[in-house]
């Protein structure tokens, strides 16, 4: 394939500033409408000519933010972590050793992905009430590990297949690694771009969760942003200046992680779906 001429690139950055533009626009209503006082009725598309906090003072507190960040770090990273540790070894262990076994393993693994989760929300709710799970972080660490561990071990499989020559783990072996320190000296610092695709992908997904938790955190000391917000959304619907703030307050983090690891989620979402 040839280069692209001028006007192309030309056209194709002026419809990515475009989409990009389209895709800012709700978060640049949320920060103006986050920053005015109760009874500012300007314009949405105005940004207020003075800055005041206060809004935020009072979404963290009347909402319990406080809590409800808390509880969504703890599911939040602590889900992130097993799924990364465990997601890896597994996708190694299903990229290198290519018996039947593994290769049934792998097909099925890929087949779930396209099991819709609600699906499977009745049993569960049964299966956990049963046990006794219910309004504990367990059972929400558990579910999201659950959910995001057949996409993690595609990904992850897949980049190491594409990406990671068998060369390296040959030779750290002839000098005496065993399979899981080639794995955890060689494979895994490897694997950096790939596990920021993960990262990102499955965070924001367990930050943002609402449909699960609402049925296994009920307890207001359980609660996570998502239902707090729904909570405190349902109580301040005419005060969009208070719900704004707080939105604004439960999405920074996410938005933030992703600006740090952003360069490279594009090439280990590429590279982790080369060979599936």
């Known amino acids: 394939m040839g280069q692209l001429s001028s006007r192309t690139k030309w056209l194709l950055t002026a419809l990515a500033l ?20 109760t009874g500012d009725f300007t314009s949405k598309w105005s940004f207020p000519d003075y800055f005041d906090t206060e809004n ?19 599911i ?9 540790f465990f997601g890896s070894m597994s996708a190694y262990a299903l990229a290198r050793r290519t018996t039947k076994l593994n290769k049934y393993m792998y097909f099925l693994f890929v087949g779930v992905m396209v099991i819709p989760p609600l699906t499977a929300l009745v049993p569960l709710y049964r299966l956990v009430v049963d046990i006794g799970l219910m309004n504990t972080h367990l059972v929400a660490i558990l579910n999201n590990v659950a959910a995001f561990m057949p996409l ?3 990904l992850y499989a897949g980049f190491i297949r594409s990406t990671i020559p068998k060369e390296l783990e040959e ?3 002839l000098d005496g690694a065993s399979t899981l320190g080639v794995f955890f000296k060689v494979v895994f610092p490897l694997l950096k771009p790939i596990t920021a695709t993960v990262l990102i992908i ?20 359980v609660q996570t942003l998502t239902v707090a917000l729904a909570g405190f959304f349902g109580q301040n619907a005419s005060q969009l200046n208070l719900v704004a703030a707080a939105a604004l307050m439960a999405s920074l983090p996410m938005v933030i ?19 599936g």
Do not use: C
């Open 76 to 84: 939040t990273i602590l889900s992130a972590v097993l799924l990364i």
């Open 171 to 173: 030779a750290a072996k």
């Open 152 to 154: 993690t071990i595609f």
């Open 56 to 74: 935020f003072a009072l979404a963290w507190e009347h909402a319990n933010l406080g809590n409800a960040f808390v509880n969504t770090a703890i």
């Open 257 to 275: 992680v992703f600006l740090f690891l952003q360069r490279f989620f594009v090439e280990g979402l590429a590279a982790g779906s080369v060979k």
């Open 18 to 37: 475009l989409i990009t533009a389209f895709h800012l626009i709700p978060f640049y209503i949320l920060i103006t409408t986050s920053l005015k006082k």
């Open 202 to 221: 499955s965070s924001v997904y367990i930050w943002n969760d609402y449909q699960f938790a609402i049925f296994f955190l009920q307890d207001s000391s």
